[in-house]
Nanobody, 128 residues
């Protein structure tokens, strides 16, 4: 199992940028697809972005496409979420997640149920 710790959240004005990091421990990080999700209290956890274990394919929610970029550095056991042109509606707790299975290659966008390891979350607040 992969243990995950997010960092990089904070308060930013509309139009600003943040970069979230997710540090992973565990032998299988480099062979796990990784994802970012976000959740507003009282609402469901929503998909934001995902990247295959090989790093050659990424997926994004329509609401963040063109503004957010997911990437990974397997040598550092870290996955990133670069968030640009932030909007107040991006305000949420952001969670990093690792695929339940190793070496599973996604051809379509994965869902919440595909991920089995989760971080504790990091708060992102965008002020208007």
């Amino acid at each position: 199992q992969v243990q995950l710790v997010e960092s990089g959240g904070g308060l930013v004005q509309t139009g600003g940028s943040l970069r979230l990091s997710c540090a992973a421990s565990g032998r299988t990080f480099s062979t796990n697809a990784m994802g970012w999700f976000r959740q507003v209290p009282g609402q469901e956890r929503d998909f934001v972005a995902a990247i295959n274990w090989s790093g050659d394919r990424t997926f994004y929610a329509d609401s963040v496409k063109g503004r957010f970029t997911i990437s990974r550095d397997n040598a550092k056991n870290t996955v990133y979420l670069q968030m640009n042109s932030l909007k107040p509606e991006d305000t949420a707790i952001y969670y990093c997640a690792a695929d339940r299975f190793t070496r599973r290659y996604y051809a379509i966008k994965p869902g919440v149920g595909d991920f089995g390891s989760w971080g504790q979350g990091t708060q992102v607040t965008v002020s208007s």
